[in-house]
């Protein structure tokens, strides 16, 4: 339409489109806004000098101190001190959470397992962590645990302080016979009740310790965040994980801070305190590495998890998987929760290491576990039924 009238001529068309939009854009009015009629208060001679003066090593200094991290202030923050983001991601001491620290040497061997401990009373809670990880993984809930139990939490093979022949052997048959091993040290032929909590790989060592059925004092079974359906589809991107993530770091406050920023941790305490024991010292790189050597196990992920549902659910003890979010449970859990065979818990609002970033709901969960099934010092605890008194280990 041109003027109300059917047009089919395009130049004309074209004009009066033209034309639409010049006069849709073109300013009728001659008017402008002067400063004329705006009274604005001057600067005098002398700031105006002051503001083209150059800045004094003391406004530098103070600029640098109000900084938090890599992030500017707000306007109604408080300045820090310098060196806010070092301290904010500073290591922890284990002394903070562990009442102690020991190296277990296996008999017969040149194989020594590092371990931490806490509490004097009540069942072993015995904690295995995941690949890549540490005992200390578990110091902030070790902390709460003590109160109620004995915990006992073990570098694994490869891993923390522990030092063995090979370091890199992680085949399933070697770990569980390092934990049986630092078991029978331990506690000689007269253990007290063992709650074995396992954490990701570690989850699986449990797994396969329990299904041996070759500790008599074994009370309870706590797996954390591993199911095997899972675990085997995730095994073809382990190594491309590895290598993708960051390799280097200058000081332990920057793998802390990479652990956080990265996501694998969402606890900066627990970071603080755990991190440091996941590195080493590279004298020919001067920085710090990754302990563990995961990317040189390959030939061992699949042994880890292969039958692991089966194993989980013929172990006769009680048992309860914590899980992550809403991972999916593979057809053979599956049917196990649906006859009652174990409890299962997800976790909301955390990442893989449940221990880690939320360590008083995961204190809530393994206390409650014990309690409901009656774990005491010496195993499951029948009312009216007396034991005769036993020295402590």
Known sequence: MVDGELADDEKLIIEHI?????????????WRPTWEDVNLKKLSDEDKVWLQRPFSLEEVENVIKSFRGDKAPGPDEPALALGTSSQKYAPLDWSDYFDQEDDIQIPDS????????????????????GGGYSGLSFALAASKLKEK???V?????GHGKSSTQNDVDLSIETLCGDVISVLKTMYGDAPPAIVLVGHSMGGAVAIHVAAKKSLPSLAGLVVVDVVEGTAMASLIHMQKILS????????PEKAIEWSVKSGSLRNIDSARVSIPNTLKYDDSKKCYTHRARLEETEQYWRGWYEGLSEKFLSSPVPKILLLAGTDRLDRTLTIGQMQGKFQMVVVRHTGHAIQEDVPDEFVTLILN??????IGPHGIEIPGLRRPPQSKP
């Open 18 to 30: 033209r034309g639409f939009y010049e006069k849709l854009f073109k300013e009728s009015e001659d």
């Open 110 to 129: 040149d194989d020594v397992f590092h371990v931490y401990m806490a509490g004097t009373e009540g069942p072993v809670i015995f904690c295995l962590h």
């Open 149 to 151: 139990a004995r915990i």
């Open 153 to 157: 939490a073990m570098d694994l093979r």
């Open 244 to 251: 993708n993530r960051m390799q280097h770091f200058s000081t």
């Open 369 to 374: 576990f014990i309690s409901h099934n009656r």
